[in-house]
């Protein structure tokens, strides 16, 4: 990759008719002139910065400029400033669709029980199905409990793995599942579900006739409902948290190759109202394309809904994870609230609107959704699919919610020398989740309100995460001069085996995470920037893992970027 320059732009480029903005890092404090050279190196416009001061996040001063009055499309431009040159880009209106295919067959790449096609994926990305009970594999076709949880076993085949580990996690499976179904839900509202359709999607379902985001999203949903305790058995209707390996694999593990025991872990109320959530959910949206499935998604939910409410403080400890991840979480008030307003709008039913508005969630004010958050799920939900049985003025407070939390991440970015929707004490584990999802509602307010402020937020937020940041970073694989290509995973680890691939194009990195929560990070970033604690390293799981509920937010934003739209 080419060494970092002080010009910083979306590598990847910027859309004719969306923001084009750049960050400058200088300290001088008077306006630079920049200029913007088309393929050719000829002059295709310039002007003036605009001096910016100290940027606490990235530790840098900036200046700020702005080309966004130039109309023209082309690749290879540059943006100069005080003798310096960005790396090159291009302005198109077709900008984002390879990143909204690549970002969804990040999901095909992840899954599990099933062999991935060369033909599908890339002849070094294939290999034989993993965690089918085929030696030296031992899952997931008949998984048992931990000791003391069950007697029985399970067949918990499929799924997605949840990350650079081979997990599968219900708590994690939930949001990530939701967001992508959640995706065509809101294309189809804008009339662009084409995009996402049947053939679209380098996936063996193609053309089925359901559209190619469904059948990825299946492939989740089907094991979310093998992980539903069996009628007849204790607690049934509620969902196992998890399943993954009794001790944590080395680096690299190939899928089909991992010998340890795989375990369930017991049901927790969290997970049950992931389960209860996303197949309301799936009920709703794969009415059209598949009604038997819809039907028994439905029943799930339920199910499980009622297995929540008889069991509403069944907790998953922070200290269950030898093996894999945790996915604690001492607050469910949040998952049933989510659960119960896409039980809501699927149903109608007044139990579930009960339960939504004695919610205390119902008016507290939006907050940024993760794995262990999910209101605002249910919030989006409730504010975007036509004919939610609540009153009107309940339906606009809720959007009202929503709109404001845009506003307050706007103002966040126009604070900043990088135009980031998080604050300079964010950067966690999973930073550049938290820049997407609180992306995702820009993109729902600017679909609720039709400003373009808004959708110019959700578009600027795609620049952070592509290259105009603190490190002059793209943490999407195979997009941009220097994009990350050494994500934490145990079957992309060429880092580590140079006979294995790097992470596909299209997979995205945790990013920045100023807590330095692994020996790489605590050996390299000491001192660090919040927004510049992140390195490319393979050993860096607190900053540079892939995870599916990561995707699953930069694949909601690549669709809703790469949507033509005619201002
Ligand atoms: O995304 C999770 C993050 O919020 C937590 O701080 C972190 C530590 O518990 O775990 C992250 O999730 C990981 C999971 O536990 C195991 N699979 C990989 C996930 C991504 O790093």
Redesign the pocket.
Known sequence: APADVPVRVNQLGYLPDGPKRATVISTATTPLVWQLRDGSGALAASGSTTARGADRASGQSTHLVDFGAYTGTGTGYTLVVDGRASHPFDISASLYDGLRSDSMSFFYQQRSGIAIDAALAGSAYAHPAGHLGVAPNKGDTSVPCQAGVCDYQLDVRGGWY????Q?KYVVNGGIATWEIVNSFERARRSGAEAALGDSTLRVPERGNGVPDVLDEARWELDFLLRMQVPEGKPQAGMAFHKMHDTKWTALPTRPELDAENRELHKPSTAATLNLAATAAQAARVYAPYDAAFAGRALTAAKRAWAAAKANPNVLAPATDNTG????EDADVSDEFYWAAAELLATTGESQYRDAVTSSPQHTKPVDGFW?GGTASLGRITLATVPGVALPADDITRVRGLLTSAADTHLSTMSSQGYAVPIAADAYV??SNSSVANNAMVLGVAYELTGAQRYRTGALESLDYLLGRNALDRSYVSGYGERASENQHHRFWAHQNDASLPHPPAGSFA?GPNAGLEDPIAKAQLTGCAPAACYVDDIGS?STN?V?INWNASLAWLAAFAAERRST
């Open positions: 949840d990350a650079g580990d997990g894999g991840g945790a996915y794995w584990w999973g945790g799981y893992e995870a």
